[in-house]
């Protein structure tokens, strides 16, 4: 069956990196795109940033120059390099399968930004 397990998320410093992971299985993961979401507590979720089966990526306008979104075909995974992070960056971020509209989706990682 489809699964998408996510690691990497932790507490950390405003200013600081995480590099989240998202590891998929169940079915031809070069073949789909993979999108990141976040949710944060009482808010609605937001789409973080996605790439497309050929490399494209788009970001939300909160993210672009800090975030990366990057994609391992062989080891069936994707990444979400973030940088200069900040509080308001917290938020249980999870993967999801597709791009531009998505089906299974992982339990997600807590990412807390905080001194």
């Known amino acids: 069956q489809v699964q998408l397990v996510e690691s990497g998320g932790g507490l950390v410093q405003p200013g600081g990196s995480l590099r989240l992971s998202c590891a998929a299985s169940?079915?031809?993961?070069?073949?789909?795109?993979l999108t990141w979401y976040r949710q944060a507590a009482g808010k609605e979720r937001e789409l973080v940033a996605q790439?497309?089966?050929?490399?494209?990526?788009t970001y939300a306008d909160s993210v672009k120059g800090r975030f990366t979104i990057s994609r391992d075909n062989d080891r069936n995974t994707a990444y979400l390099q973030m940088k200069y992070l900040r509080p308001e960056d917290t938020a249980l971020y999870y993967c999801?399968?597709?791009?531009?509209?998505?089906?299974?989706r992982g339990q997600g990682t807590q990412v807390t930004v905080s001194s």
């Open positions: 999801a399968r597709g791009f531009g509209s998505t089906d299974y």
């Open positions: 169940g079915y031809p993961f070069r073949f789909y795109g």
């Open positions: 790439i497309s089966v050929r490399d494209t990526t």
